[in-house]
C-alpha cells in the first residue's frame, strides 16, 4: 500500500495577497486474491483516494476535493485481463468523461505483450 501526505505553502509575487496552501491526502493499496503456489495470474482488487484541501486559491473551483476510485482485474489468461473499474468523486467536473453524476464506471480489456518481447529475447 502506499500514503502519501503532502502540504504546500506558496507565496505570492503580488504584495496584499495571502499565501496559497494546499493539502493532499491520499492512500492506495491492491489485494491479491489467488493461490501463490501455482503460475496462473490472480485476481487483483485495487482501492485509492484522496482528499484535497485549497486555502486563497481563486484559480481552484472547489476548496475541498475528494475522489475514490476501485479497480477489480480478472485475468483471462496469462496475458490477457478485464479491469473493471469504478470512481467516485464529491464534484463531477473531476470526473472528466462523466457529464452527470459524481460516480464513473469503465470496463475494458488489456492484453499484456511482454511476454512476447521475452520469449523473443530467448531465441
Same mark, same amino acid.
Given at each position: 500500500?502506499?500514503?502519501?501526505?503532502?502540504?504546500?505553502?506558496?507565496?505570492?509575487? *503580488?504584495?496584499?495577497?495571502?499565501?496559497?496552501?494546499?493539502?493532499?491526502?491520499?492512500?492506495?493499496?491492491?489485494?491479491?486474491?489467488?493461490?501463490?503456489?501455482?503460475?496462473?495470474?490472480?485476481?487483483?482488487?485495487?482501492?485509492?483516494?484522496?482528499?484535497?484541501?485549497?486555502?486563497?486559491?481563486?484559480?481552484?473551483?472547489?476548496?475541498?476535493?475528494?475522489?475514490?476510485?476501485?479497480?477489480?482485474?480478472?485475468?483471462?489468461?496469462?496475458?490477457?485481463?478485464?479491469?473493471?473499474? *469504478?470512481?467516485? !468523486?464529491?464534484? !463531477?467536473?473531476?470526473?472528466?468523461? !462523466?457529464?452527470?453524476?459524481?460516480?464513473?464506471?469503465? *470496463?475494458?480489456?488489456?492484453?499484456?505483450?511482454?511476454?512476447?518481447?521475452?520469449?523473443?529475447?530467448?531465441?
Amino acid at each position: 500500500g502506499t500514503l502519501n501526505v503532502d502540504y504546500v505553502v506558496e507565496q505570492p509575487i *503580488v504584495d496584499g495577497q495571502g499565501d496559497r496552501r494546499s493539502f493532499k491526502f491520499a492512500v492506495g493499496f491492491t489485494r491479491v486474491f489467488g493461490d501463490p503456489s501455482d503460475d496462473s495470474p490472480d485476481t487483483k482488487l485495487t482501492f485509492s483516494s484522496s482528499v484535497s484541501h485549497y486555502w486563497n486559491a481563486p484559480d481552484i473551483t472547489h476548496s475541498k476535493i475528494v475522489k475514490a476510485g476501485a479497480t477489480l482485474t480478472l485475468p483471462l489468461s496469462d496475458t490477457i485481463a478485464i479491469p473493471l473499474s *469504478v470512481t467516485y !468523486a464529491n464534484f !463531477a467536473d473531476q470526473l472528466s468523461t !462523466a457529464p452527470h453524476g459524481v460516480i464513473r464506471g469503465n *470496463v475494458a480489456l488489456t492484453w499484456d505483450f511482454s511476454s512476447l518481447a521475452v520469449s523473443k529475447a530467448k531465441q
